[in-house]
């Protein structure tokens, strides 16, 4: 069944973040960050992080690796693409407000039920 | 800061944000789980189980649309920056809540299926994908709260400098699809179920007020930007007052702040090295800009943090011609010296209205 | 000119700036009491459904019926439970009790369990293991009333499972319900349609499936929304059984 698929994706991706993570926390992150060598208190806070986003965790830790990194890359804020976001949360929301008031049903009490063919086969207008 | 990482970097600004922030969340859940069932004096109780996913559930929707609220106000009037500037608590905290009501829905209407857990039934319980009215709105709950676990998780300062401040931004961004998704959530489904017009417009009211901001905000940033080419042109340097900076939007897309520091002008990026904050709407104090974010600092001259710290942010060359100001596009790398630029004497040095 | 004051975190909040925040805070801790306490009460009155733990475990007698959804005609009740009532049955949890009654089919069984009441509408969650057999004597069945067609009618509700509405959850209708509603149909709970007003005295029908499955198929994409359908109402005992022509389903504009 699907749903146990997507289940079962869904661990397998974090058991792989719980590798990751063990690995980065012990032994990568003193060798990329020197503030975090000698403290230690704050790495358990990381772990849940680590299981969400460890593909995004083993590139940067590689582009830190082999210095692939640029300076300018530090600085250069996505800004430009601020607006865009939030523009399009704007127009979905918008979007999603006029949907959820067309299709809003009020519970329609003054509906009475109707006889349409009474039991003996003859046909009765209404109740 | 390039201090030795620890859990939290706690001051008296973040405890007192903590603590009206969790007063507020108490006061909120108090109320709906403890004064409400009181007031609404049904014959038979709605469900424990059920008015706590409605507690947490709505205590989530209203912070989240405060967390959104918060960037707009603070670009539309500095004074809400403080608010800002813990605002990853606040997100930290929304996420928990918007878990307990993740917990009490599960727990309640998705277990006891005989043959799948919890997890499998919330998947399948209701495919109906392709209806709007009866839309498997659980799904677009499920969405939301991934991403708000996501940016909870990567709230810790290790991340910023980890990922780089635009790689952690724009992970950030993820805030807009999630606050999209929650109101598909909300307006395709409790919005459905109630007939009371309460609902629908504090619900439709935020979700605006959020939507309402961010335009304004944006449409104010738009008329303030000032492209150009070459060296770019800053205008006259009497416009920079003492301690304070002008920024201008270069071709590259970058910002740069022109700084007026004891008469002599420097630029710097206008990026800060820990969030990426606005450095040219910050100060000059103790002869060290500081970021109106969260308070990091360096010297207008070299782009570097004073020790113990090590941030750096690039530095621009300047020129003046007359009174004018000209700033080279090209970045020095972070924390490269550069002589200041006398400003022209007699001009006006003192502060500008802001 | 003034200088407007300028917030460091780690710093001394700015004189100018106090009164500002604080009526910030106080803003902020008004509003959550004041949003929590209008939108805690929008909400609606769950009704008259409950579980009776309170009578204990019930044991009946009566003759069994499936459409496929098994009902049971009680001949020989409790205190709480009189003679004559028709009470749908279910297993715990979201599980029905479909396949436990299959080949109990006409027969006079002996059932155990927990009655859920909302008035018109009364279920009994059996308890497991022994709880739901045959009657040792099978010799004399009683005679239950035979069904009576009511004709076919066009009504307007909703279809929802039958033991959330009965007691199970409060409330136990709804959008918000709705994928909890269908895995209890999933599960074989007995699915109920409340209409808007009462037919012949009753708010709730019990809707037939098709083979074994509980709720026609096509249905189920219409659970806990409000539909107009037409459909044959007949009386099973003192409880009205509607066959939908699923042909004719509608949403409730």
């Not at chain 1, 974090?14 to 003193?30: E, P, R």
């Not at chain 1, 300076?71 to 704007?90: D, E, I, K, N, T």
């Not at chain 2, 994908?129 to 709105?137: E, S, T």
């Not at chain 3, 269908?182 to 709730?204: A, D, K, M, R």
């Amino acid at each position: 069944m699907t749903a146990t698929a997507i289940i079962a994706l869904a661990q397998g991706y974090c058991v792989i973040g719980v590798i990751v993570a063990l690995i980065f926390l012990t032994v990568g992150m003193d060798r990329i960050d020197e503030d975090a060598r000698g403290a230690y208190a704050f790495r358990p806070l990381l772990i849940p992080a680590i299981l969400l986003i460890w593909p995004l965790v083993l590139w940067r830790w590689l582009r830190e690796e082999t210095g692939a990194a640029s300076w300018q890359g530090r600085h250069s804020p996505p800004r430009a693409a601020h607006g865009v976001a939030a523009a399009l949360m704007a127009v979905i929301v918008v979007i999603t407000l006029a949907t959820g008031f067309t299709i809003r049903q009020t519970w329609p009490a003054d509906r009475a039920p109707q006889l349409l063919v009474a039991p003996d086969g003859g046909s009765e207008a209404s109740q | 800061m390039s201090v030795k990482y620890i859990p939290v970097q706690w001051n008296r600004s973040k405890w007192g944000y903590d603590a009206v922030l969790l007063l507020g969340v108490g006061l909120f859940l108090w109320i709906f789980i403890h004064i409400a069932p009181g007031l609404l004096n049904h014959e038979r109780p709605i469900n424990p189980p059920i008015r706590n996913a409605r507690a947490y559930g709505a205590c989530a929707f209203v912070m989240l649309t405060i967390i959104l609220c918060i960037g707009p106000l603070a670009r539309l009037d500095r004074r809400f920056l403080p608010l800002l500037y813990n605002r990853r608590h606040f997100g930290v905290m929304t996420a928990a809540v918007a878990l307990s009501h993740a917990y009490f829905v599960l727990g309640w209407y998705f277990s006891a299926y005989q043959g799948a857990t919890r997890w499998e039934t919330v998947l399948f319980a209701n495919t109906s994908y392709g209806q709007a009215l009866g839309f498997p709105f659980e799904s677009l709950g499920i969405f939301a709260l991934i991403c708000l676990l996501i940016l909870a998780a990567t709230s810790h300062d290790f991340w910023l400098k980890f990922l780089t401040p635009p790689v952690w931004k724009a992970i950030h961004f993820l805030i807009y699809p999630a606050y999209a998704a929650l109101v598909g959530h909300v307006a395709l489904g409790a919005f459905q179920a109630r007939g009371n017009e309460t609902l629908a417009v504090i619900f439709t009211g935020g979700a605006l007020l959020v939507v309402g901001l961010h335009i304004w905000a944006a449409l104010r940033e738009r008329t303030r930007a000032t492209p150009a080419t070459d060296w770019v042109a800053m205008g006259p340097a009497s416009d920079i007052p003492e301690g304070r900076a002008k920024i201008a939007l270069l071709p590259s897309g970058d910002r740069v702040a022109v700084f007026r520091h004891e008469g002599q002008l420097s630029a710097i990026s206008n990026a800060c090295a820990h969030q990426n904050g606005p450095l040219g709407e910050g100060r000059i104090l103790d002869c060290l800009v500081t970021c109106p974010w969260h308070g990091f600092q360096y010297d207008v001259r070299t782009g570097q943090s004073p020790a113990p710290f090590t941030e750096k942010v690039p530095t621009y060359r300047l020129k003046l011609e007359g009174d004018a100001v000209f700033v080279d596009p090209d970045p020095n790398p972070p924390g490269t010296p550069v002589d200041p630029v006398p400003a022209p004497a007699g001009t006006p040095a003192q502060e500008a209205p802001a | 000119m003034k200088d407007d004051p300028f917030f460091v975190g780690y710093l001394r909040v700015p004189p100018d700036l106090r009164l500002f925040l604080t009526a910030t805070c106080l803003a902020l801790l008004v509003g959550a009491a004041g949003l929590a306490y209008a939108l805690s009460l929008t909400q609606d009155d769950p009704g008259q459904s409950r579980p009776r733990f309170d009578f204990g475990p019930q044991t009946v007698l009566g003759v069994l019926e499936l459409t496929p959804s098994p009902i049971l005609h009680v001949t020989q009740g409790t205190d709480t439970i009189p003679d004559g009532q028709t009470l749908m049955l279910a297993g715990q949890g979201k599980n029905g009790a479909v396949e436990r009654a299959m080949e109990l089919e006409g027969q006079l069984v002996q059932a155990t369990g927990v009655l859920f009441d909302r008035g018109d509408l009364g279920m009994l969650q059996l308890n497991g293991g022994n709880a739901f057999r045959a009657a040792e004597d099978q010799s004399a069945i009683p005679d239950i009333p035979e069904p009576e067609s009511l004709g076919r009618w066009e009504i307007t509700g909703e279809i929802c499972d039958g033991k959330c509405e009965a007691g199970a959850m409060r409330p136990g209708r709804g959008i918000g319900h709705r994928a909890c509603a269908n895995l209890c149909i999933l599960g074989g709970i007995p699915p109920v349609f409340v209409t808007t007003q009462p037919i012949e005295g009753e708010e709730f029908l019990l809707i037939t499936g098709e083979g074994d499955e509980v709720l026609p198929p096509s249905l189920i994409d219409y659970v806990g929304l409000y539909v107009t359908l037409e459909g044959d109402v007949a009386r099973h005992g003192d409880m009205l059984v509607l066959t939908v022509d699923t042909e004719t389903v509608e949403l409730v504009p």
